[in-house]
């Protein structure tokens, strides 16, 4: 069960749940599109990192969306880009200037910057997901069941 009620704005129930200020959901959804739109890193990269956050933070219903990342070790530009993005999850203190290393071998700053702004908003969505007790029921474009993932 949520820790708080629904409102009446919103489509989903992680927007019912922020809809309780109409123009905080508005601007959320807004940056949410332009995060996924408006980008020049490949969706599904960026599809990758929220599934692998997903896991970092918790958070059910955006476990149950899209289920586990899917990527193999081969795939070196998302797995070093899903490790960077689980790292922030979990201590986004420890993140050094080797770990931007890293990344700047494979994005340009422009999309380095991309990247965290998309990372820190995900991980926000999720954190509050999670501590709002959004679960897996209340998940309406889930593709996997949570038993079937852990």
């Not at 490790?83 to 986004?92: G, N, R, T, V, Y």
Request: proline letters at 2%; charged letters at 30%.
């Amino acid at each position: 069960m949520v820790r708080i009620k629904f409102s009446n704005n919103g489509n989903t129930p992680f927007e019912r749940l922020i809809g309780h200020n109409n123009d905080f959901l508005k601007q959320w959804n807004n940056l949410e599109k332009t995060l996924w739109e408006e980008t020049s890193l490949d969706p599904d990269l960026l599809e990758q990192v929220r599934r692998t956050m997903a896991f970092g933070n918790g958070c059910e219903y955006c476990m149950v969306k899209g289920g586990k990342p899917d990527f193999d070790e081969s795939q070196i530009k998302i797995s070093t880009t899903a490790s960077f993005a689980e790292l922030f999850c979990i201590d986004h203190r420890s993140i050094s200037d080797a770990h931007f290393d890293m990344l700047r071998e494979y994005f340009s700053d422009k999309e380095i910057s991309e990247l965290c702004v998309f990372i820190s908003f995900v991980n926000a969505s999720q954190k509050l997901g999670k501590a709002l007790n959004l679960a897996e029921d209340l998940q309406a474009e889930a593709v996997v069941k949570l038993k079937d993932i852990k």
